[in-house]
Nanobody
């Protein structure tokens, strides 16, 4: 069983930055593809970014490309999402997710592929 705990959310003005973290309680963190998703009120949960097991491959939603950066530190069992140039449309609950896979270089963008989810952290961007 993998437990994921997000932190780093909060209230920020448009144009500001936040850094989200997700700590995984698992001994084999490097065996998991990791992703960030978000869900705004009244909307479905959507893909934000994903990173391969070794961090060598990443993928981003078009809406965040160039503004957000996903990274991981396998030695610390931690996933990050650096969010810059935030917009009010980025307001949502942000979730990290883990998908167990054997391949080192794959990224996973499909929500249904992920096996484990954190409880989420709220990000609110004011205009």
């Amino acid at each position: 069983q993998v437990q994921l705990v997000e932190s780093g959310g909060g209230l920020v003005q448009a144009g500001g930055s936040l850094r989200l973290s997700c700590v995984a309680s698992v001994r084999t963190f490097s065996m998991y593809v990791m992703g960030w998703f978000r869900q705004a009120p009244g909307n479905e949960r959507e893909f934000v970014a994903a990173i391969s097991r070794n961090g060598g491959s990443t993928s981003y939603a078009d809406s965040v490309k160039g503004r957000f950066t996903i990274s991981r530190d396998n030695a610390k069992n931690t996933l990050y999402l650096q969010m810059n140039s935030l917009k009010p449309d980025d307001t949502a609950v942000y979730y990290c997710a883990a998908d167990f896979t054997g391949r080192l270089d794959v990224v996973v963008t499909a929500l249904r592929s992920y096996d484990y989810w954190g409880q989420g952290t709220q990000v609110t961007v004011s205009s």
